[in-house]
């Protein structure tokens, strides 16, 4: 029976758990919207839009800080050769997360009724900025729990002669995760200011601190997986936090453009928002190099099937949606509109939230004593997620091409509904490819909480159906670095043909009414996109799955042996 070498290990299970349920109230809230998005009338003045996308926001960010704590308590250890330090301020953070949940979830409706709470100044029940509604009370709740974490881990960590890049990463990013969220604690009256301090802590959580863990936590998981040589993951690191915090700082600006602030801001801007796609690019070329260095059997499929999607839809969600409408010329037009949503939903939930649940693929099995597990529900539920979700974004990339031209070309009415036959077969789009995307979430929810619950045949335990070590040819070849580059340089392809049709919307042609040229550069780019990303996912599984399996199931002592030689 596998054994868990440091006991407060365990203590990163009860988040993981919270991850997953709060995970599923996530998702149905987001096909109840997509739902009203078909039909508005639907529990109108009951659970009204506004307050329901605010539920939806909020509830994803929880549930993927959930998913980071975990994963961060139960390799803390590993990377520390020793226990974690203060275990019952962890179950203080547990409490107060599931307190600062339950706050969120109830005080969403007060918005509406114009119920903040205020009191020397500050609205203490509900503040109603997007992504940070939360009022007073739970900012400050929020901030004790980032210091807990924060202090345990640095508590936890070994004497700084002794950090190597990965200590680095995360120590800066629990750090910063705590004194970044001080920007958003106090109310500001002045609107265009309080942009700034709201971006400041929206942004700099993406680009400072979240992909400065997600980079850390990727590397270390693939330490363990893969018993990667932790020096050259180290190395991949380094430069990974680098270049986002010298992209990610002053990119932050390409929020300014349309808040009343100075003008140069679109130039600074767009230059440095147009470099963040760069540590994206080299975080997947480090998952490339690793998971082929030497063809070791691939063990826990899950849990790389995962970290995969997380790696590929950062690259193809934040990197290249995010490079196509960032400038000032092309967010001029997406800006508030379907566009954006297509590049958030593949950036937040591919690029953090697979990597909770790959994470949590890698321990739950391990914390509960399981020698194998069924396998099968962890890969059919991570295709069905991922084709789910990509044909989300499709959905809401060329719906929101629509209304680009209609509403911001033609000065059709989006609130008075002018636009909505045009895009009403996108409307319908979202929720069913919510729905597969549902019936993945659910049984990757299933798979989770029951591992070690249920009696695994011996065939179903096996990591793959193939066994055969003799090399393949085809689809299931090696996948060989000029390859991958010219998967990469397809995605980057059709990435330019959709920015030149965001482009295409300053044309004189199309401003008096002629949308065939960004229709054509987006009927071509978005799909093209989306499509080259299944197949290269495909791809590179496919390649893995032609290793030979190993005799035994995953075992933690060689991966451990591995991170413990950092």
């Given at each position: 029976?596998?054994?868990?070498?440091?006991?407060?290990?365990r203590?990163?299970?009860?988040?993981?758990?919270?991850?997953?349920?709060l995970?599923?109230?996530q998702?149905?809230?987001?096909?109840?919207?997509?739902?009203?998005?078909?039909?508005?009338?639907?529990?109108?003045g009951?659970?009204?839009?506004?307050?329901?996308?605010?539920?939806?926001?909020?509830?994803?960010?929880?549930?993927i800080?959930?998913?980071f704590i975990?994963?961060?308590?139960?390799?803390?250890?590993?990377?520390?050769?020793?226990?974690?330090?203060?275990p019952?301020?962890?179950?203080?953070?547990?409490?107060?997360l599931?307190?600062?949940?339950?706050?969120n979830?109830?005080?969403?409706a007060?918005?509406a009724?114009g119920?903040?709470?205020?009191?020397?100044?500050?609205?203490?029940?509900?503040?109603?900025?997007?992504?940070?509604?939360?009022?007073?009370?739970?900012d400050?709740?929020?901030f004790?729990?980032?210091?807990?974490?924060?202090?345990?881990?640095?508590?936890?960590?070994?004497?700084?002669?002794?950090?190597?890049e990965?200590?680095?990463?995360?120590?800066?990013?629990?750090?910063?995760?705590?004194?970044?969220?001080?920007?958003?604690?106090?109310?500001?009256?002045?609107?265009?200011?309080?942009?700034y301090?709201?971006?400041?802590?929206?942004?700099?959580?993406?680009?400072?601190?979240?992909?400065?863990?997600?980079?850390?936590?990727?590397?270390?998981?693939?330490?363990?997986?893969?018993?990667?040589?932790?020096?050259?993951?180290?190395y991949?690191?380094?430069?990974g936090?680098?270049?986002?915090?010298?992209?990610?700082?002053?990119?932050n600006?390409?929020?300014?453009?349309?808040?009343?602030?100075?003008?140069?801001?679109?130039?600074?801007?767009?230059?440095?928002?147009?470099?963040?796609?760069?540590?994206?690019?080299?975080?997947?070329?480090?998952?490339?190099?690793?998971?082929?260095?030497?063809?070791?059997?691939?063990?826990?499929?899950?849990?790389?099937?995962?970290?995969?999607?997380?790696?590929?839809?950062?690259q193809?969600?934040?990197?290249?949606?995010?490079?196509t409408m960032?400038f000032?010329?092309?967010?001029v037009?997406?800006?508030?509109?379907?566009v954006?949503?297509s590049h958030?939903?593949?950036?937040?939930?591919?690029?953090?939230?697979m990597?909770?649940?790959?994470s949590?693929?890698?321990?739950v099995?391990?914390?509960?004593?399981?020698?194998?597990?069924?396998?099968?529900?962890?890969?059919?539920?991570?295709?069905?997620?991922?084709?789910?979700?990509?044909?989300?974004?499709?959905?809401?990339?060329?719906?929101?091409?629509i209304?680009v031209?209609?509403?911001?070309?033609?000065?059709?009415?989006?609130?008075?509904?002018?636009?909505?036959?045009?895009?009403?077969?996108?409307?319908?789009?979202?929720?069913?490819?919510?729905?597969?995307?549902a019936?993945?979430?659910?049984?990757l929810?299933?798979?989770?909480?029951?591992i070690?619950?249920?009696?695994?045949?011996?065939?179903?335990?096996?990591?793959?159906?193939?066994?055969?070590?003799?090399?393949?040819?085809?689809?299931?070849?090696?996948?060989?670095?000029?390859?991958?580059?010219?998967?990469?340089?397809?995605?980057?392809?059709?990435?330019?043909?959709?920015?030149?049709?965001?482009?295409?919307?300053?044309?004189?042609?199309?401003?008096?009414?002629?949308?065939?040229?960004?229709?054509?550069f987006?009927?071509?780019?978005?799909?093209?996109l989306?499509?080259?990303?299944?197949?290269?996912?495909?791809?590179?599984?496919?390649?893995?799955?032609?290793?030979?399996?190993?005799?035994t199931?995953?075992?933690?002592?060689?991966?451990?042996?591995?991170?413990?030689?950092?």
């Amino acid at each position: 029976m596998i054994k868990i070498e440091y006991q407060t290990q365990r203590l990163s299970l009860r988040f993981f758990l919270l991850m997953l349920v709060l995970f599923l109230f996530q998702m149905s809230f987001g096909l109840l919207i997509a739902t009203q998005h078909v039909d508005p009338t639907l529990l109108a003045g009951i659970a009204n839009f506004n307050i329901l996308r605010a539920e939806h926001t909020n509830l994803g960010i929880l549930w993927i800080l959930s998913g980071f704590i975990g994963t961060i308590l139960f390799i803390g250890p590993l990377l520390s050769n020793r226990e974690l330090a203060a275990p019952w301020l962890i179950k203080i953070l547990f409490y107060a997360l599931m307190a600062v949940t339950l706050w969120n979830v109830a005080t969403q409706a007060l918005a509406a009724d114009g119920i903040a709470g205020w009191w020397l100044g500050q609205p203490w029940f509900q503040e109603g900025l997007e992504y940070l509604e939360a009022g007073r009370a739970a900012d400050l709740v929020i901030f004790i729990g980032f210091a807990i974490l924060a202090y345990v881990v640095l508590r936890t960590f070994p004497a700084r002669r002794d950090w190597n890049e990965i200590h680095w990463g995360l120590a800066m990013g629990v750090t910063a995760l705590t004194f970044v969220w001080l920007f958003g604690v106090f109310f500001i009256e002045r609107l265009d200011l309080q942009e700034y301090f709201r971006w400041y802590v929206v942004h700099y959580w993406v680009e400072g601190v979240w992909e400065v863990i997600h980079i850390s936590l990727v590397g270390f998981l693939l330490v363990l997986m893969f018993k990667a040589d932790v020096k050259s993951v180290g190395y991949a690191v380094f430069w990974g936090v680098a270049m986002v915090w010298l992209s990610g700082l002053i990119g932050n600006a390409h929020h300014y453009f349309w808040i009343g602030t100075p003008e140069f801001w679109q130039f600074w801007g767009s230059l440095f928002s147009a470099l963040e796609p760069l540590p994206l690019v080299f975080c997947f070329w480090h998952i490339y190099l690793d998971a082929h260095q030497d063809k070791k059997p691939l063990e826990n499929a899950p849990a790389f099937y995962f970290i995969l999607g997380s790696v590929v839809l950062e690259q193809v969600g934040a990197g290249i949606l995010g490079f196509t409408m960032t400038f000032a010329l092309t967010n001029v037009w997406s800006h508030g509109t379907w566009v954006t949503p297509s590049h958030a939903h593949l950036a937040m939930f591919g690029t953090f939230g697979m990597l909770g649940i790959a994470s949590a693929y890698y321990a739950v099995p391990l914390l509960r004593g399981v020698k194998s597990f069924d396998q099968r529900l962890g890969r059919v539920a991570f295709w069905l997620v991922l084709t789910g979700m990509l044909g989300i974004a499709f959905a809401f990339a060329i719906g929101g091409t629509i209304q680009v031209f209609l509403a911001r070309s033609m000065g059709l009415s989006w609130y008075g509904g002018q636009i909505f036959p045009a895009m009403q077969f996108f409307k319908v789009l979202i929720p069913l490819f919510g729905l597969v995307f549902a019936v993945g979430a659910g049984l990757l929810v299933y798979d989770l909480l029951t591992i070690g619950l249920r009696e695994p045949s011996t065939e179903a335990a096996k990591p793959h159906p193939r066994t055969e070590a003799a090399p393949s040819k085809g689809w299931r070849s090696t996948l060989r670095g000029t390859e991958a580059s010219l998967w990469l340089m397809g995605m980057w392809i059709f990435g330019a043909i959709i920015t030149l049709g965001l482009l295409s919307f300053n044309l004189d042609s199309v401003a008096h009414g002629d949308p065939t040229i960004p229709y054509i550069f987006a009927g071509i780019g978005y799909p093209g996109l989306l499509l080259i990303t299944l197949l290269f996912v495909w791809r590179f599984l496919a390649s893995l799955q032609a290793r030979p399996v190993a005799a035994t199931a995953p075992s933690d002592t060689p991966a451990l042996l591995a991170a413990k030689g950092a």
